[in-house]
DNA sequence: GCAAAAATGGACAGACCTGTCTACTCAATC
DNA sequence: GATTGAGTAGACAGGTCTGTCCATTTTTGC
């Protein structure tokens, strides 16, 4: 209610954070490094310095919170990956580019592979969790098709869906093999189905 | 203890099914379902029709069930890829075949991607879920590369890598995106990346 | 400086969960 | 027929979890 309209803003800048920022921070924090349903509701607060109604009078309940952190993770990554791609001069290297910066942020200490993979695998068909994964994954999907049309493949379609097998892939494999060369290993393979998929065929339905 | 040594076996087969099978087969199907944390034990044992002390005489732990839950999801699936694979004469088709036992599996109902991503999800670090997880992937891994080896690959290791990212791909495909159809389209990856690997360069060390 | 709004600390209710325990039933075997 | 062992039904203990409430303090706006 006291929100401001843009929903999370950050704080005039230099002054402690918001019991709301300081929530989401705990939340993202124990919430992807522990998971959604281990996590309880009195080491959020503890964590946050924040009194229990607080997070009740900010979020509601666990399950928005839990939806917060989720649309907060979902623009965090989007626009680091984006930031990460303007280094590059053509489309064919941004394509590639995905998985250079998937391959930055899994180096990155803690690293526990998609927060939307975790949180899906605890979530019950039909939640809000579900719905926040589907954005996500649309905004994934999206990203590649774009850029497998911007670098000319006849098909980005096909394309787009290929690499994102290969981007959940390696997402899986950072967690459970906690092996950070995931993305590269996903990053090669990426290299050699953009260089087919250009030298594909001209006319030819691809029929699935 | 009184479990004998092979720790499984069916029943003299005709005969009610043991308590411990009633036990892992309800365990199977609401585990894989809704996941490790959210079924409590009470659901299990009424779903098994058994009495609560039963379970705790013959797992000792829910922890222990869950273990047991997903050693026969490994012999189970293995078992099932592997007859599978049967049906095929060459290296080529079977290597991937494995995506075609997918696709199939995929198609049966309630089917909600891989047990040991979604379990270890919600497990801790070091449990005896990651452990299970670990077995496992170690064994898609080898399949993958002895298949990719019998295919006279150059590099079935690195070939191999890049075939379990699309098998774990398209098992978060499958239950995030609710698509049966993610199976066929790692097949069809696959495929790609089985011709680019045999036409491969014959002398260069494929550096990482 | 003061009133309104926001945040705090902590107790508490109610539900649920794992695991234990006891008294009882049933079937097979000696 | 008696013994033995597995299975049953359910109460219960002890803990944890989400969410509510209230009296008090801190912050903020004017």
Redesign the interface.
């Known amino acids: 209610m006291a929100a401001d309209s843009a929903g999370r803003r950050e704080a005039p800048t230099g002054a402690k954070p918001s019991a709301r920022e300081r929530l989401l921070s705990a939340a993202d924090e124990l919430f992807y490094a ?2 959604v ?2 996590v309880g509701i009195d080491r959020i607060i503890e964590r946050a310095g924040v009194a229990k109604a607080s997070l009740y009078n900010t979020f509601g309940s666990k399950d928005e919170l839990v939806h917060a952190y989720l649309r907060a993770r979902h623009a965090g990554t989007s626009a680091r990956i984006l930031a990460f791609l303007e280094r590059y001069e053509t489309p064919r290297a941004r394509l590639l580019g995905v998985f250079d910066a998937q391959s930055e942020a899994f180096k990155g200490p803690g690293h526990r592979g998609c927060a ?7 979530a ?1 068909a039909g939640s809000s969790t579900e719905q926040a ?2 954005d996500y ?1 649309v905004w994934v999907r999206t990203l590649f098709t774009d850029l497998a049309r911007q670098a000319g493949v006849p098909d980005p379609q ?1 394309l787009g ?2 690499l ?10 950072v ?3 906690a092996d950070p ?2 993305a ?3 990053r ?2 990426a290299e ?2 953009l ?2 998929a250009l030298s594909a065929p001209p006319e030819r339905a691809t029929a ?1």
Not at 116 to 122: H, N, V
């Open positions: 522990e998971g349903q281990t939307f993979i975790a949180a899906s695998a605890e019950e994964s589907n994954r096909t869906r290929r994102h097998l290969l981007y959940d892939g390696c997402a899986v494999s967690r459970m093999d060369e995931a590269a290993a996903a090669a393979t050699v189905l260089d087919a699935d």
